[in-house]
Structure formats: C-alpha cells, structure tokens
C-alpha cells in the first residue's frame, strides 16, 4: 500500500502552482488545531535521533518552515532550551508568522517571513550553530538554491537536523483529482505531480546529492517508514475530511460553494487508493548533516 501523511513535505517539480504553499496552509487555526500528529512524530524523531548533535554553549537556531510554530515551541524548543541563546522560526506565510507570534510569546524564540526557497534575502539571515526542519523541505521547489542557503545559514561547524515527507498517499490522490473532467477545470495551471520524491525509487538519494553538491556534509541519513501516525481520534468522515483540509494545496482553488464536494470527493479516493483510515502512514527522510569547518 502506498503510504501517505497529512502534512508537509520537501517536493521538486520543475513547475508547481503558484502559490502553492499559502493555498496548502488555508486555515492557520484549523492548522494548528490538527498538528497534535506532527508534534508527536517531530518528538519521536528528536528522541530517537536528536543524540547525533553535538552541542556546545549557548548556541543559536533557525526552524525552517515552522507554519503556526505548534513543534517548534511546544516540541523542538523543550528540546534544546537548556543548549541555546536564541531560535529564529521562519515561514514563507505571513498568516502563518501572524498566528505564530500572538500564540507564542517564549523570549527566546522570535517569528519571521522567510522562503528558505529563495536566493533573494539570505543575508537578513545571520549564520546559526543549528538548522532545524519538520515536515516542510519536501515543499521546496529548488533543491541547489536549498542546499546553498542551508550551507551558508550554518556556521562553520554547524549541523542541521531534518525530517521530510518523501512519500505519502494523499500525494497520489492529489494527483488524480487535479485530472478528474469535474475538477480539472478549476486546476488548468497546475502540476503534474506534486512530489517528485513520492515517484522516485530512491528519495533519499535525490536529497543528499543536492546538500553534498552545495558543500554540506552528511553525517546521517536513513529513509524511514512509519505507520499508524497520522489517523483521527474516530474514523468519521467529518474528522477525516477536516485532516486533509489543513493541508490539501488545492482547496484554495476551488469555489467555496464546491469545497465540500471537492473534500467528499478527495477523502472518497483516499479511502481506495490509500486506505479506508485515511492516511495514516508515511515514508521519511532523516538528515543531520554540518558545515565543515
């Protein structure tokens, strides 16, 4: 079965909607509201794989693709506070960066807009001891221009540590239902595919080649599978419909007067391709890679 997850992940197509990233995140509260999931599994991974850091002093931090900041204070930032003088969460939405700052007032941690997609800008970015991602760099759509900021936001030395959503079902089914006649229409401009990891026989290759070609060197990798993560507390369609809403890139797209009949449509050919719990599985990438000094 092809595994599938309700959050984001580092994609590569040589074209994507515009705008893609705000469409997926239409609803910063409902966002927030549904991302107990991803805060266990960002929590799972820093237990498991977070002793491969090497840490000194006060050291500072970015969190890359933080959306409503939900993991970084409640998860990554527990994590690491005892280890840090600052953490910088960016996020290319400003909706996103808003909620975040009214939600979470921790003087360590600060918000701000940022693409870590973009070569416009870095420098406003200093260099830090520690990158961290969760659940966002399958989204990015230039894996050279990525790897380029990751090298020069990190300090000499320092490490990044990142978790991406290489496969998951709703990737196919998003897929097909921008092919459908009914849909179709309301979808002309945009991509074949939305994840080029999710059609790749080996993700993680395609990753790691882009950070060693920008001059980072790979500490850890592994691809991993994970099942049973993502999944409502009751299996009714409402809670169901109202998990992939928070992260469906198309949604946005579609007349508000066919939404729900979009979303119905969307959950009826997860349950086929997918599964009959929605999605629930995923395949990841884990990277802790560094800067040589």
Not at 253 to 274: C, F, G, N, W
Request: proline share 4%; glycine share 4%.
């Amino acid at each position: 079965m092809r595994s599938f997850v309700l959050l984001l992940t580092v994609a590569l197509v040589t074209a994507r909607p515009k705008n893609w990233y705000k469409m997926m995140l239409e609803n910063p509260i409902l966002y927030s509201r549904e991302s107990e999931d991803h805060q266990n599994e960002a929590k799972w991974c820093l237990e498991r794989y977070g002793n491969r850091l090497k840490w000194t002093k006060d050291e500072s931090v970015l969190d890359f693709g933080c959306g409503t900041g939900d993991v970084s204070v409640k998860i990554l930032f527990p994590y690491i506070k005892d280890k840090i003088s600052s953490m910088l969460c960016v996020d290319m939405d400003p909706k996103m960066i808003t909620f975040a700052k009214k939600q979470f007032k921790e003087p360590k941690v600060k918000f701000e807009v940022f693409d870590v997609g973009q070569a416009e800008n870095i420098s406003k970015i200093s260099p830090v001891d520690k990158i961290f991602s969760f659940f966002a760099l399958q989204w990015v759509g230039d894996r050279s221009t990525l790897g380029a900021n990751i090298y020069q936001l990190l300090k000499p030395g320092g490490q990044t540590f990142l978790l991406l959503v290489a496969k998951n079902g709703l990737y196919f089914v998003w897929d097909e239902v921008a092919k459908t006649a009914k849909w179709r229409p309301y979808l002309t401009d945009e991509i074949e595919h939305l994840n080029e990891y999710a059609y790749s026989d080996d993700p993680l290759s395609l990753f790691t080649e882009a950070l060693r070609n920008a001059g980072v060197k790979i500490e850890f990798a592994e691809q991993i599978q994970r099942e049973n993560v993502f999944k409502s507390r009751k299996l009714t369609d409402e809670l169901m419909i109202q998990k992939i809403r928070t992260v469906d890139p198309y949604v946005s797209k579609i007349p508000h007067e066919l939404r729900a009949d979009y979303l119905q449509d969307v959950l009826t050919l997860t349950k086929k391709m997918v599964s009959p719990k929605g999605a629930t599985d995923y395949t990841g990438l884990i990277v802790i890679a560094s800067r040589p000094k």
